[in-house]
């Protein structure tokens, strides 16, 4: 892996995200503005929505996540070979009304802290207005 890989991923993501409180009644116009403003302002690219219980996003796992999951920790890395697909965020709620984070599936911190941001300030955004 190459040194410039190497310290964007060594700069991932906390296991839980905090974000501009919202209904949960409002989760799915919020995933898909999001998703509309990330490809209109070319951030994220392949971005998806996750279609769990909890809502959120997806990204691609690359060979780059892979192994450095792999060299973080290979407990990790055999779960998440055996249960995910793809970088996972999904909201969390402090109650079944309102929407007040994001968490890394599994607490697997897969996401990079310019990754993070992009998608916070986007759902910030679109939060507040």
């Known amino acids: 892996m190459s040194d410039t890989k190497m310290n964007n991923l060594s700069n991932q993501c906390p296991t839980h995200i905090n974000i501009n409180s919202f209904p949960v009644s409002k989760k799915d116009m919020v995933i898909e503005r999001c998703l509309e403003e990330c490809?209109?302002?070319?951030?994220?690219?392949?971005?998806?929505?996750?279609?769990?219980?909890?809502?959120?996003?997806?990204?691609?796992?690359?060979?780059?996540?892979?192994?450095?999951?792999?060299?973080?920790?290979?407990?990790?890395?055999?779960?998440?070979?055996?249960?995910?697909?793809?970088?996972?965020?999904?909201?969390?709620?402090?109650?079944?009304?309102?929407?007040?984070?994001?968490?890394?599936?599994?607490?697997?911190?897969?996401?990079?802290k310019e990754e993070i941001e992009s998608l916070v300030d986007t759902i910030n955004a679109i939060t507040s207005l």
């Open 39 to 112: 490809k209109n302002k070319n951030l994220l690219e392949k971005l998806t929505k996750n279609c769990s219980y909890e809502g959120g996003f997806e990204l691609p796992l690359s060979y780059y996540w892979n192994n450095y999951i792999y060299e973080l920790s290979v407990d990790k890395y055999n779960l998440m070979k055996q249960y995910h697909s793809a970088r996972q965020l999904r909201f969390v709620s402090k109650d079944s009304k309102t929407i007040t984070g994001l968490r890394c599936k599994d607490a697997i911190p897969y996401w990079s």
